[in-house]
């Protein structure tokens, strides 16, 4: 079994940055492709990045293109999304997700999920 556990999340205001974290309780953590999604109040869950086993490939939405940062330390069990120039439109709750092997960006392929944390962005 994965358990992913986020953490980081909080209220800033827009321009801030924020780092949020996930630690994964598996035995071979660089087996997983890992992703970052959001779901905003009323809406769906969305992607917002990914990133291979071994970190040499990464995805993101256009809407945080340029933005965020995701990022892993296989020999931490870690997970990263580094969050510069946030928006109100970034509001949501944030979740960590684990994907054997595959890296994809398509939140019904991850079978693995953390329990999400909160960001809050004022205006």
């Known amino acids: 079994q994965v358990q992913l556990e986020e953490s980081g999340g909080g209220l800033v205001q827009a321009g801030d940055s924020l780092r949020l974290s996930c630690v994964a309780s598996?035995?071979?953590?660089?087996?997983?492709?890992m992703g970052w999604f959001r779901r905003a109040p009323g809406k769906e869950r969305e992607f917002v990045a990914a990133?291979?086993?071994?970190?040499?490939?990464?995805y993101y939405a256009d809407s945080v293109k340029g933005r965020f940062t995701i990022s892993r330390d296989n020999d931490k069990n870690m997970l990263y999304l580094q969050m510069n120039s946030l928006k109100p439109e970034d509001t949501a709750e944030y979740y960590c997700?684990?994907?054997?092997?595959?890296?994809?960006?398509?939140?019904?392929?991850?079978?693995?999920w953390g329990q999400g944390t909160q960001v809050t962005v004022s205006s």
């Open positions: 990133i291979s086993g071994g970190g040499d490939k990464t």
């Open positions: 997700a684990a994907n054997y092997w595959s890296l994809v960006r398509t939140a019904s392929a991850f079978p693995y």
């Open positions: 598996v035995g071979r953590f660089s087996f997983y492709a």
